[in-house]
Nanobody
Framework: QVQLVESGGGLVQAGGSLRLSCAASGRTFNNYAMGWFRQAPGKEREFVAAISWSGGSTYYADSVKGRFTISRDNAKNTVYLRMNSLKPQDTAVYYC????????????????WGQGTQVTVSS
């Protein structure tokens, strides 16, 4: 089992920045590739970004490419999502997830999920 806990969400104005964190516990963190997803009200959960086991490879949804950066610190068992130039359409609950293979961009492919952190971007 892997337990994931997200933090860092909040309310920010359009154009602002936030950094989300996802702390992992349980099985060996660096065995898992990690992903970030988001779900806006009334919409399906969608892929945002993924990072490989070592952090040497990353993959982004087109909607966030160039604005968001995923990273990880295996010594701290933590994955991050730095979000810059935020837009109102980025408003959603953000989830981190863990999987043994990389890259995976579908929700059904992930084995473990956190409970999410709310990000609200005001216009």
């Amino acid at each position: 089992q892997v337990q994931l806990v997200e933090s860092g969400g909040g309310l920010v104005q359009a154009g602002g920045s936030l950094r989300l964190s996802c702390a992992a516990s349980g099985r060996t963190f660096n065995n898992y590739a990690m992903g970030w997803f988001r779900q806006a009200p009334g919409k399906e959960r969608e892929f945002v970004a993924a990072i490989s086991w070592s952090g040497g490879s990353t993959y982004y949804a087109d909607s966030v490419k160039g604005r968001f950066t995923i990273s990880r610190d295996n010594a701290k068992n933590t994955v991050y999502l730095r979000m810059n130039s935020l837009k109102p359409q980025d408003t959603a609950v953000y989830y981190c997830a863990a999987v043994l293979v990389y890259p995976v961009v579908v929700t059904s492919g992930y084995d473990y999920w956190g409970q999410g952190t709310q990000v609200t971007v005001s216009s």
